[in-house]
């Protein structure tokens, strides 16, 4: 088949696509298989470190809080780690979506999540399962559903369907504590492969089901579309204003560097946001924190399954009322009590780990922290930093924002695995918290003097001063 017949193939087929862009119903179907791609992302983002403890006690036959446990759980976080430098390739990953649509990538992640979390629960030695955890590694950050969203979503409902079906995306990892109540045994470490299984089977269906329910975003079919129907002088033209824009674009990067770090406001953002990155590391080890208060006996197995269920819903909520705090008190104001939940959070958290405390109160404590800590990382990577950040390089500095970001959280996972190698898993709630609150308190007193208020902000006319 010549390429002309391809194109014209091409062509039909997107063409047929765009009428079902205002089909009866199409739009609430696909708002629904979004939604669960989306619950999937979370689950498959949640579900290693649900289970994390069984997970190191059965691959290296070991018992909780030994020095052996200890070995096995750095040495396999570490090694784990750099199992995210696939993140490297994940840029170049994310640009074929531009080039070849977003439903192909939709349904590649979702059904490659499945796949990861297949390959993990069948492997019985260290090395298949570190594969499992790259390929999920490589295909749970890519949120194309959110993408998807952006595009189809009528512009007055779009950030309150992206905010709800993340709501209820987060809320659905709850599912992951029912999971451990009915399908892990203690007795039995390996019983922490069936809390994969109804991931594994959601991803399948779901992804498969994608391929027969979804058709391409309006915005691509319509740039696809343009193209296909061009000349090939026009098709020439805009291969020059593309290469141009990339080779101007590679420049943006050094340049969004050196605006960030020149730049008063951008480059306190800046540390400020590290800082928070890296003390998100508690996030890796919550369930080992857990395990410790079932250890001392300040947490029952039930109580367990109780924390686990429950911040889950505390976290979607909490996450849900600090949108709404950011554009009533402005960005500053909201940071700086957002951050204050996530410290908080930690500390009662940390405490249920290490005394009796009611699991319903440290379920809460730890689902409060994170939405906290989740909601002013969003806000320090994306919000704050775009309303500070002229039009012509505001998408390169955010993009090279999110490297550093990337930094701060590299440097808590060695950090995190270091710590259980030296001190012990025992001794993780007292370690851990004592490690990040500091840099918490610091972070916001930066915040506090140093950033200024961006509410009122108007985007097209940002200035450096």
């Known amino acids: 088949m010549d390429i002309k017949a391809k194109e014209q193939r091409e062509i039909k087929k997107l063409e047929k696509a765009q009428s079902f862009h205002n089909a009866k119903n199409y739009f609430i179907i696909l708002i629904i298989v979004l939604t669960i791609v989306y619950i999937v992302d979370e689950l498959a983002s949640n579900v290693r470190g649900t289970v994390d403890s069984f997970t190191i006690c059965d691959l290296f036959n070991t018992a909780f809080g ?199 406001q951008t480059r306190y953002i800046a540390i400020v946001a590290v800082l928070m990155s890296f003390a998100t590391g508690y996030t890796g080890k919550f369930q080992n924190m857990i395990e410790v208060g079932i250890a001392n006996n300040v947490i029952t197995p039930s109580g367990f399954e109780t924390i686990l269920m429950f911040y889950p819903i505390i976290n979607g909520i909490f996450t849900l009322l600090g949108g709404f705090l950011t554009d009533a008190l402005g960005r500053k104001k909201s940071a700086l009590i957002l951050g204050l939940w996530a410290a908080l959070g930690l500390g009662v958290f940390a405490w249920g780990c290490s005394a009796e405390l009611d699991p319903y109160i440290t379920g809460f404590a730890y689902g409060f922290s994170i939405a906290g800590l989740w909601s002013i990382s969003d806000m320090l990577f994306f919000v704050i930093t775009s309303e500070s950040t002229p039009t012509g390089i505001r998408a390169s500095v955010v993009g090279s924002m999110q490297l550093l970001g990337m930094v701060g959280v590299g440097l808590n996972m060695v950090y995190n695995n270091v710590v259980t190698l030296v001190a012990g898993t025992m001794n993780l709630p007292f370690v851990l918290t004592v490690s990040y609150l500091p840099l918490m308190a610091i972070s916001l007193l930066i915040m506090m003097l140093k950033v200024k208020e961006t509410k009122d902000i108007d985007l097209d006319n940002v200035t450096v001063s």
């Open 66 to 264: 030994t020095p052996e446990y200890d070995k096995a759980s750095g040495t396999l976080g570490l090694v784990t780690t750099a199992c995210y430098l696939i993140y490297l390739v994940s840029p170049f990953y994310k640009s074929l979506a531009d080039k070849y649509g977003r439903r192909l990538f939709l349904i590649i992640n979702t059904l490659g999540m499945g796949v990861g979390m297949l390959v993990a629960i069948i492997s019985h030695n260290i090395a298949l399962y570190l594969v499992g955890v790259v390929i999920m590694t490589f295909f749970t950050p890519n949120d194309v559903q959110v993408i998807y969203l952006m595009e189809c979503a009528p512009k007055q409902h779009r950030a309150k369907l992206c905010s709800i079906t993340k709501g209820i995306a987060l809320i659905s990892v709850s599912l992951l504590g029912l999971f451990v109540k009915l399908f892990v045994d203690r007795e039995n470490p390996a019983t922490w492969r069936n809390v994969y299984i109804i991931p594994i089977i959601l991803a399948f269906v779901i992804g498969i089901a994608a391929i027969f329910l979804v058709k391409e975003t309006p915005v691509f079919t319509k740039k696809r579309l343009e193209y296909l129907k061009s000349s090939e002088e026009e098709r020439k033209a805009k291969l020059a204003e593309e290469q141009a824009e990339a080779s101007a674009e590679k420049a943006s990067v050094w340049n969004a560097f050196k605006y960030i770090f020149k730049t008063k």
